[in-house]
Structure formats: structure tokens, C-alpha cells
């Protein structure tokens, strides 16, 4: 164990998924004879630039890193067929930075795109002054009670880079302009901050995801506690005040966990209706097929199809489901109207 200075910590380059922390509570770093689990922050060294030149601090600046620079990252497992598979290491060897947004992981494959990973030497697992690693589950929200969760819709998609998140964004800014007070959710994924930021941007009043329910990413997380951190980040936006609610579920539908939370009973109970994301018209299908065939009530389709004529002019072909652009999503007039359906399609309360 060694003395962990509050110079150091500050010296380093912080990454957004540590954000929450309190570094006041840093004192310490367990350098040897320890296993980190996912969540557990770890001060590491470049060692090797690889695909990640950069690291995105909490405000949002993606900083140049430098061989020899201190960063401070959380331990996580990554799943992203677009980019790295990685794995929470058993020990605190050399491993890697596998998403600028600050996850420290040991990949063993990747996209034959990139260049491959930035290595990494990780310096010491971060402790309190007892000696216990710091994780982000310890400063997740605090628990809180709604009586009157908000409407809510959730994204899925095919696959990663399908337009999940643009088409979030779209939801979002169209009831923004209606005037409406909108809280967007990602609910899965690996802690990153460009979609929090798109959603403010498109006009969110409180923007949440996974990391501020405590998880560096889902992958290999309990589907079980992923769903309560999700109900519970509900129950936050409800208590803001927040009229409905728009939330992103990452990866696509074949992704272990994405399949099992659209499956989940809580899950279906806490949304009035999704939009599918897809890529190609096959994917359109397929998606709308598998989700309908769980319960859901699909309401459109959207996503990169929709830049294709031809793509989404074959889905249509096969599909009852509204095909929407982007400016569909937008349109204030279209929220009205979604809003009036997803209040139908709500069940009427016994008396």
C-alpha cells in the first residue's frame, strides 16, 4: 500500500467515467496482491499510444495523451464489435485503455480497422484511508421513490453505429419543442460522454446512463442490477419532473445483455413503446420481428436505413411500422401525436 497525494491525483489526466468520484476520498493505492473488479479506479501510465491518442476528461475536452502520462481510468469489461472485446484483468499487469472515455481493460481482439489498443502500466488499484478500493458503485444515484414515472420510450437497434443515439437525440429535441420537460437514459453501454452531451444538446433536461447508476460499462454485469439501476435513474428523472423520458439501449439485439433486458419483465413494464434503429432493411425486419414477438409495441423505425431510399423503401415493403427520418423524429407536431398514443397505450388503471 502507498500514500496516494492529492498533487498526484489532480496532476493526472481524469477520465469522464471517474467523474462522480470524490477524490477527496483517494488517499491511498494498492500497488501489489490484489485482483480489481469492474469499477475499481486504478491510476495507470501510458505505455503505448495505440487507437485511443486521447482521453475525454469530465467536462467533455478530449486531451492529448502523452507517453509516460498519469491517468486515471475505471476497470471494466468492453463489448463493441466496431471496436474492442476486453476483459477486466485478474491482476495489476500491463492492460489497456479500450475507450477514450476511460476504461481500463486487457483486450484480446478488435476491429481489424484499428490500430489496436493503448497500453497501459497500471501504477495502483485507488484506495480510502482503511485501505478499501475506491469503485463507482459507491457514488451511483442515491435511491428515490416516484408515485408518477414519466412516459417513456426506449431505442433499440441492430447493431452498434446503427443510429440509435441520433435517433434518441431526434425523440428528445421533438418533445423538447413541444415544450415538454425531457430526461434522456442509456441504460447499457461503455462509460463515454458524447451521447450525454448530443442530449443536451438536443434540448434533454436531465440527461443519465449507467455510469451514474455505478457501472464503468454493462457487459458481463447482472441483467438483474442493471434493471434496478435503470428503474431507479426513472424514479430521478420522475422526481425532477420530467414529463417523458427517452432511453437508449446499446449494442443490438443479439448483444447478451440487450437481448435480456428486452426481454425483461420490468423492463416492458417500465416503457410504453420502442423505436428500432437498423442499418439495412433485413435488420428492420428482423428487429421489429424479435421485439414484437417479445411484447413490445414498436412505434417506428428509424436509424441508417432511413438514408437509403431504396433500403428502407424494401423494409416498408415488409413492415406495418411507420418508417421515420430524422426530421419526423423532430417534428413537434409528430410528439403531440405520440404523446396522445403512448397515454392510449398506457393500461388503465383498476378503480
Known sequence: MEILTTNRLHKS???????????????????????????????????????????????????????????????????????????VPTDLGPCHMVVAGGVAARAVSWHERLAGPTAIQPIGVVADSNGAAVNLGQFRCEDVCCAVPPVAIAVFGSSMNAGKTISAASLVKGFADTGLRVGALKITGTAAGGDTWLMRDYGASEVFDFTDAGFTTTFMEPVSEIMAGAENLMRVLGKSGCDVAVIEVADGLYQKETSQLAAHPALKAMIDGVYFAANDALGAVTGVSKLESM?????????????????????????????????????????????????????????
Open 13 to 87: 489526466k481524469r477520465a469522464f467515467s471517474t467523474r462522480r468520484v470524490n477524490l477527496d476520498l483517494c488517499t491511498k493505492l494498492k500497488v501489489s496482491d490484489y485482483a480489481p473488479v469492474a469499477g475499481d479506479l486504478v491510476l495507470a501510465r501510458i505505455v503505448e499510444l495505440g487507437s485511443h491518442s486521447r482521453i475525454e476528461l469530465p467536462t467533455g475536452r478530449r486531451a492529448k495523451l502523452q507517453l509516460g502520462d498519469e491517468i486515471l481510468l475505471a476497470y471494466g469489461n468492453r463489448y463493441a464489435p466496431d471496436q474492442y472485446e476486453a476483459y
Open 295 to 351: 411484447g413490445h409495441t414498436v412505434l417506428g423505425v428509424s436509424g441508417a436505413v432511413m438514408r437509403s431510399p431504396l433500403a428502407s423503401a424494401e423494409a416498408a415493403s415488409q413492415l406495418d411500422t411507420p418508417m421515420l427520418h430524422l426530421d419526423d423524429l423532430q417534428n413537434p407536431d409528430c410528439a403531440h401525436g405520440l404523446m396522445d398514443r403512448l397515454y392510449q397505450l398506457r393500461p388503465v388503471a383498476a378503480e
